[in-house]
C-alpha cells in the first residue's frame, strides 16, 4: 500500500503518543506534534474542519508509521469484504484505506469534515481508476444513513477523537445490517499515555488540535458491548500502538 497516509490504527497515532517516558517533549512540543498528527474533528465542526482543510496537503504526505501493521489490517478487513457490499468510512481522510478496499466491495461512502482532504481523496481515487467511492463532506454526527442498510462500517483513528463515541457507535450499530461489521482501529490513550491529559486541553484553547478523549481498551470493549457489538478480533501490535477491532452487530435474541 502506499506509503502516503496515517489512516488505520497504530500508525496514525500522534507522535507525541508514541513516545517512551524518557523520550516525553515538553508540553509545547506535545502540543505542536500532536496537532500535526492527530486526526478529525470535535469542538464544532467548521473550527475542526478549517483545522484539517490547513494541513491536508502535509498530512496526505505523511508516511505510514508501521507499514507491516497496517498491512495486517487491511488483510484481516479483506476477510470481512464481499462483492456485493455496501460500506461506509466515516473520517476517511484522505481516501488512501477507502481506495484499498474498494476493489472488494460493491460500493464505499467515504464521509470527511474536510473539504481539501476529499479534494486529495476524489484525485487518488481517479488516478487510481476507482469509480465505486462516493465521497461526502460531512461530520458522523450530521450524517443520514438508513437504518439496517451497511454491511460494513469503517471508523479507523477516529474514535478517541470524538466528544460522545458511545453515541456514535450506538449510531453505528443501527446503520448495520443484521451481522453487520463495525471495523475500528482506536488510541485507547488512558491505557499508557494518561499524562497527555494535560497537554492535549492547551493544544485544544490554542486551536492546534482538535478534541482528544482518554479511555482504556477495556473502555471501548465495553461501549461496543453496550451498543450491542460482540467482539470477534481484537489486536494490539504492541503496547501504546492502536487497538484494532472486528465488532459484529449481534443477533436479537
Known amino acids: 500500500m502506499k506509503a502516503t497516509t496515517y489512516e488505520y490504527g497504530d500508525d496514525s497515532l500522534p507522535e507525541a503518543v508514541m513516545v517512551s517516558g524518557?523520550?516525553?517533549?515538553?508540553?509545547?512540543?506535545?502540543?505542536?506534534?500532536?496537532?500535526?498528527?492527530?486526526?478529525?474533528?470535535?469542538g464544532g465542526m467548521d473550527r475542526s474542519a478549517r483545522f484539517w482543510d490547513r494541513i491536508a496537503a502535509r498530512?496526505?504526505?505523511?508516511?505510514?508509521?508501521d507499514e507491516a501493521a497496517y498491512q495486517r489490517k487491511l488483510e484481516i478487513t479483506r476477510e470481512y469484504l464481499r462483492p456485493d457490499m455496501e460500506v461506509m468510512e466515516f473520517g476517511c481522510g484522505t481516501g488512501s484505506t477507502a481506495i484499498v478496499h474498494a476493489p472488494y466491495v460493491k460500493h464505499i461512502r467515504a464521509v470527511d469534515i474536510s473539504s481539501r482532504m476529499l479534494d486529495i481523496a476524489r484525485r487518488k481515487a481517479e488516478a487510481a481508476g476507482i469509480d465505486n467511492i462516493t465521497f461526502e463532506q460531512s461530520s458522523i454526527d450530521d450524517l443520514e444513513v438508513p437504518a439496517r442498510s451497511l454491511d460494513v462500517v469503517l471508523g479507523l483513528s477516529i474514535l478517541h477523537l470524538l466528544e460522545h463515541k458511545d453515541a456514535v457507535i450506538a449510531k453505528v450499530h443501527d446503520m448495520l445490517k443484521p451481522d453487520g461489521v463495525f471495523v475500528s482501529s482506536t488510541a485507547c490513550l488512558g491505557d499508557s499515555q494518561n499524562w497527555l491529559r494535560f497537554v492535549a486541553p492547551i493544544g485544544r484553547r490554542l486551536g492546534l488540535i482538535p478534541f482528544v478523549s482518554f479511555f482504556t481498551k477495556e473502555d471501548l470493549r465495553q461501549s461496543l458491548g453496550r451498543a450491542g457489538f460482540e467482539i470477534e478480533h481484537s489486536w494490539q501490535p504492541a503496547k501504546g500502538k492502536a487497538v484494532f477491532m472486528v465488532a459484529k452487530k449481534a443477533k436479537r435474541p
Not at 498530512?59 to 508509521?65: L, S, T
Open 59 to 65: 498530512y496526505a504526505r505523511r508516511p505510514v508509521a
Open 22 to 42: 524518557k523520550e516525553r517533549p515538553t508540553e509545547r512540543q506535545a502540543v505542536d506534534k500532536l496537532g500535526a498528527s492527530a486526526r478529525h474533528r470535535g
